[in-house]
């Protein structure tokens, strides 16, 4: 690729979003951080210019869709176009990072539904709005970033004893199997674009969104994102992979 990459990493203020910027910046990408409070995404973005990479930031709210096509416009007026959309931006349930009762049996509707409009709902509402930019680029990736918490063949184990603990939720779980689902939908329907779309787990990492009870690393975390958003020309599209390749769907 004779062009520098332009990559927009949504909720990458901080986490395992902050680490995708940083390891793509430090590829030679020109990254730009997603974030919902403009101070926090200016600040990340001025500590990752001070560590050499090339940063921007946009304030993006992925449940508003006017603030996603706010930030498609402030991107193509810099830019042009847009190489790669990491869609990291998630959340587990309430704003502590405890999920919560998500049970199915006796969760908060209000809760689950604010839960979809983040990881889910707002994949969509970001995408649809870099669409244009990215059909401008002459090599389109999309990263969604997911979770095997989601796995239908893991959940469908009842008696698991082995690996992290997969809760019982109707929210952040079944938000997680949704937007692998919805990866496999844009990765059908994008292909004759060729854009290529994939979901990523990062794992078991200690973040906000769990109360930092991971045992990963964000950097850790970043390694699959960051795989796939430096495909080549000859690289999958419609795939869910972790750092040690293909996951459990």
Known sequence: MNETMITLVTGANK??????AAQLGALGHIV?????????????????????ADAASVVLDVTDPVSAAAAATEIE????????????AGISGPPSGDLGDQRPSTADLDVLRAIFETNYFGVIAVTNAML???????????????????????????????????????????????????????????LPDGIKVNAVCPGYVAT??????????????????????TIGADGPTGTFTDDEGPAPW
């Open 15 to 20: 986490g395992i979003g902050r680490q995708i």
């Open 208 to 229: 906000d969104l769990n109360g930092h009870r991971g045992h990963r690393t964000p950097a850790e975390g970043a390694v699959a994102a960051v795989r796939m958003a």
């Open 132 to 190: 244009p930019l990215l059909r401008r680029s002459a090599s389109p990736r999309i990263v969604n970033v997911s979770s095997s918490v989601g796995s239908l063949s893991i959940n469908a184990d009842l008696e698991r004893t082995d690996g992290p603990p997969i809760p019982i939720s109707a929210g952040y779980v079944t938000s997680k199997t949704a937007l692998t689902a919805l990866t496999l939908q844009y990765a059908r329907d994008l």
């Open 32 to 52: 730009v951080i997603g974030a919902r409070n403009a101070e926090l995404g200016q600040k990340a973005a001025t500590e990752l210019r001070e560590s050499g």
């Open 77 to 88: 007026s810099r830019y042009g176009r847009l190489d790669t959309l990491v869609n990291n």
